[in-house]
């Protein structure tokens, strides 16, 4: 079984800064593809941003040039950093991993608890 934890959310103003970490544990033979996720309250969970395990990232328009994408395959770990945040960034942010187990698996998907992100006026 594989967990992915999510940390870093919390409350910012207008114009701050965050990082989001996301931690993979558990019986991991290799971390595929990580995403970003974010939901507010009545809204269907929309992509942020996805990193490839070659390190190839993809933003969502909404956020180009304000977060950036980035992981340490050494820690199973990936970040999003978010720059230049704005109210409508508040949302449950959440992490969504393809992993493999082992080598004579495939990758099953998984999802973080989530984590609050409050951007303030």
């Known amino acids: 079984q594989v967990q992915l934890v999510e940390s870093g959310g919390g409350l910012v103003q207008a114009g701050g800064s965050l990082r989001l970490s996301c931690a993979a544990s558990?019986?991991?033979?290799?971390?595929?593809?990580v995403a970003w996720y974010r939901q507010e309250p009545g809204q269907q969970r929309e992509l942020v941003a996805s990193?490839?395990?070659?390190?190839?990232?993809s933003y969502a328009d909404s956020v180009k040039g304000r977060f950036t994408i980035s992981r340490d395959n050494a820690k199973n770990t990936v970040y999003l950093q978010m720059m230049s945040l704005k109210p409508e960034d508040t949302a449950v942010y959440y992490c969504?991993?393809?992993?493999?187990?082992?080598?004579?698996?495939?990758?099953?998907?998984?999802w973080g608890q989530g984590t609050q992100v409050t951007v303030s006026s």
């Open positions: 990193i490839t395990r070659g390190n190839s990232p």
């Open positions: 969504n991993a393809d992993v493999r187990s082992s080598r004579f698996t495939v990758s099953s998907n998984y």
């Open positions: 558990g019986s991991i033979f290799s971390i595929n593809t």
